[in-house]
Nanobody, 111 residues
Framework: QVQLVESGGGLVQPGGSLRLSCVAS????????MAWYRQAPGKQRKLIAL???????KYGDSVKGRFTISRDNSENEVYLKMNNLKPEDTAVYYC?????WGKGTLVTVSS
């Protein structure tokens, strides 16, 4: 059974940084494309970044240049480094692999 557990969320001021982590189990991690999604209050869940098995990356327009996705296959972890955070980045951030989702971690950007 695939399990994805996110961590690293919290309250941060505008312009600040956070790094989210997602630990995966129950899968061959190195063989999976991994993705980060987010869901802001009252809005649909949206893809913001993904990383392939060959480490190619793709970003949503709203985070391009500010967020960086990376992975460590030896630790079964995928990361999302978020810089220059804005209030509109406030959301629950989810890790996804194929049809499996984590439970999410809340990021709040506020002064």
């Amino acid at each position: 059974q695939v399990q994805l557990v996110e961590s690293g969320g919290g309250l941060v001021q505008p312009g600040g940084s956070l790094r989210l982590s997602c630990v995966a189990s129950g899968l061959i991690f190195s063989a999976r494309t991994m993705a980060w999604y987010r869901q802001a209050p009252g809005k649909q869940r949206k893809l913001i970044a993904l990383i392939s098995t060959s480490n190619s990356t793709k970003y949503g327009d709203s985070v391009k240049g500010r967020f960086t996705i990376s992975r460590d296959n030896s630790e079964n972890e995928v990361y999302l480094k978020m810089n220059n955070l804005k209030p509109e980045d406030t959301a629950v951030y989810y890790c996804k692999s194929r049809t499996s989702w984590g439970k999410g971690t809340l990021v709040t950007v506020s002064s």
